[in-house]
């Protein structure tokens, strides 16, 4: 079944990988209209704070906050309830953390769901897309093939009962047949035909992670970078429309 537009835009998330709000505000001016995902990380967040997250939301924008919290349980358990009640869509933890790290963010998220806030999704980072093979084994130091890492942390993120993971568009159809359909896939690593790779290693285009199955894909540097910034999310959202 083919995705209607609206549903098209909503599983693109724009990286606003800006260093302040003033910089990426030009860039969401641009983008007016189109009902797709935003997601605010590190270096925004720090630099805006969660003023900006909130004003985001109340222009309607989905909103994705990938900080990565990675921490001590009760840590964790506290970031998730400050960022649940920022009425955010979805957030992501390290899986690298373990289970108690895990359950702990989901009960700051409990916790923190009074007066109607909405529930948003938590996901879990498998390996970063700049992971190599010769990065996972030599230097972080963990045994077998990028692949196996990544379904054994989607397992544990499914166990405990989170949303999904981000991994790379390549391991999507196996965190699928381990997992489920239902359990969401957010796949960084997404480039346009005809884009730079930048410091990415496992990258796919946009219509090709859509096959594989993802649910969202995350977009930075070929729309934020590029001449026409909206053009170039209209032809990303017109290639998985016309998907088939």
Do not use: W
Not at 6 to 26: G, I, Q
Not at 107 to 121: H, I, N, Q, W
Not at 177 to 189: D, R, S, W
Request: proline share 5%.
């Amino acid at each position: 079944m083919r995705l209607t537009r609206e549903e098209a835009a909503r599983r693109v998330m724009v990286a606003l990988d800006y260093p302040d709000a003033a910089a990426a505000e030009k860039l969401i001016e641009e983008l007016k209209g189109i009902p797709c995902y935003m997601k605010v990380g590190m270096q925004l967040f720090y630099a805006a704070g969660p003023g900006f997250v909130a004003s985001l939301k109340e222009r309607g924008y989905y909103v994705f906050l990938d900080v990565k919290m990675h921490d001590i349980p009760n840590t964790v358990k506290g970031g998730a309830n400050s960022v649940t009640k920022l009425g955010v869509d979805m957030f992501n933890v390290h899986a690298a953390g373990g289970s108690s790290m895990m359950e702990a963010a989901l009960e700051g998220v409990d916790a923190a769901l009074s007066g109607g806030t909405a529930r948003p999704s938590v996901i879990a980072v498998t390996q970063l897309t700049s992971t190599s093979q010769a990065v996972l084994n030599e230097q972080i130091g963990i045994a077998g093939t990028v692949e196996e890492a990544v379904i054994r942390y989607a397992k544990l993120a499914n166990d405990v009962g989170l949303s999904g993971v981000v991994a790379s568009p390549s391991e999507v159809a196996s965190i699928k047949e381990a997992c489920g359909q239902a359990f969401q896939t957010v796949t960084p690593g997404i480039r346009p035909a005809g884009s730079d790779v930048n410091d990415q290693s496992r990258i796919m285009t946009p219509g090709d992670a859509l096959r594989q199955g993802t649910d969202y894909m995350v977009i930075g540097r070929p729309i934020t970078a590029a001449p026409s910034p909206r053009h170039s999310l209209e032809s990303i959202i017109e290639e998985l429309i016309s998907f088939e």
